[in-house]
């Protein structure tokens, strides 16, 4: 049913791409695990062994936090509409914010969207495959425009004050350094 592979094969490359949703994982040492949905074109592989992807401005900002504890984080994907397949990346991996040279050399791979606040970098280091059997089938019928038009609303400064207000720390008080270091 499952298999392991050292990187990402063509095959897995090209199951993933055709997602349109992915989930990531972290956690830190202590505190809670956080497992959040993520869509809107906003990944790439990049190489056998690395993905990227943007984090985009939304109600908390864990991910950030836990990585600056911890640089693991596992990614599934599954498939919900056609022959059953889930893939797991597992590996380790940095947040860049747009103050971070790396931002530049990441941000130009994703479309422009509103809120971009983290460009993440993941390293490979074990991919698995499971069936998927038991998960549903379901009809993909676009992307949601909420996200977006409330970063448009909100404005570059609205935003800024959205992170000094909600995205400062994380659920556990950790610090997340979206502002600073």
Known sequence: MGERYPAITE??????????????????AEGRINL???GMDTLRV????TVAWLNLTGSGNETAAHLREHARMTLMF???ERAPLIVRLYGAAVAYHPRDAEWN???DLFPPLPGARQCIRMRVDLVQTSCGFGAPLFEYVGEREALRKWAEAKGEDGIELWWREENMTSLD???TGILSD
Do not use: M, N, W
């Open 11 to 28: 095959k897995i490359q090209a199951f993933i791409e055709r997602q349109h949703v992915f989930f990531v994982a972290t956690a830190a």
């Open 36 to 38: 959040s949905p993520k």
């Open 46 to 49: 990049l190489d056998p062994s």
């Open 78 to 80: 599954c498939s919900f």
């Open 105 to 107: 050399e990441l941000i």
């Open 173 to 175: 008080g950790k610090p």
